[in-house]
């Protein structure tokens, strides 16, 4: 894999509401007056009334095509106004009901990086507790376990992480328009900061954690085809090596993404999605950092009235058995 330089690209998406057209032919009835008529008798008289009504009654008939094209053209706009508006209704129903633009970081036990990405949503964004998004699982590999599970090591080893070729993550919600940009920029602002340099490079602050579970990536929609990719070379005050990746498959023997010093992968959400870890990951402690019951009680039960976490299938758990 080789270093990308800055690629963006953004797509625009346009809705046209057509009318239909309406083709109509107005008839155009003449009466024609000989010049050889005879002359007016009593007879001839009523004759002559008799044409004049017949005269008026094609004008009518005349008329009423082009009276009737009117009453129709007024009727076709009526109805591409209301296309129109149903149009726009159909777009902000559909943008309301589309799902967040979400990312995922990984790099070391996801344990603290959840607690890490919560204040960032809790103190820079002033998200509300039932708002917080940040929730751990896992990404970056390109086989799923029966039935899409993926799981922890308790799991049956055909659906643990790693072995699928995964990673620890936090996944966060960015919102849209400018406060999706926003966003990313407090979260790689918090992400690069949890490395810390050594003469080999940047290293993250639980190195005991190794191998590629535990491999630094982010995963956004687009990889480093996203505009979002400018945000974190913006963001790399590290200047850590960004490099484009595919994912991992080690039942394929292809781990071409190892856990390396100073280098972070950047996925194609899309195409690597993330799975949500077993409940009790959720809101845990750090390792060897307790934290407050505000975090482990109340943030988790927001998360779980929001209906952020729940069961995924996989044992529930921890270190002292199943439950």
Known sequence: MSVLSAGSSAANAFITVRAPRHHRCNRVVAVQAHSNAPAATPSHQTTRRGALAAVVTLAAVAFQPRHAAAEEAASAVDGLAGAAITAAADVASSAAAAPPQTVYFGNGCFWGRQKDFVDVERESLKRAPEQVSAVVGYAGGRQTGPDGRICYYYGPGNTVYEKLGHAEVTQVELGGGDTARTAMQAFAD?????????????????????????RNVIGIPGGVNSELF???????????????????????????????????????????????AEDYHQFHDGIGHPFSADYKVEQRAAAEKAGRIGPTGCPEGGFFGFT
């Open 230 to 276: 400018e945000v974190l070379k913006e963001r790399n005050v590290n200047n850590m090596d960004l490099r484009e990746g595919d994912g991992n498959s080690p039942k394929d023997g292809d781990v071409n993404e190892p856990d390396r010093f100073n280098t972070v992968w950047i996925l194609d959400s899309n195409k690597l999605p993330f799975y949500r």
């Open 190 to 214: 918090k992400y690069f900061a949890q490395f810390r340099k050594t003469p080999f490079g940047m290293m993250r602050l639980d190195p005991q954690d190794a191998g590629p579970g535990y």
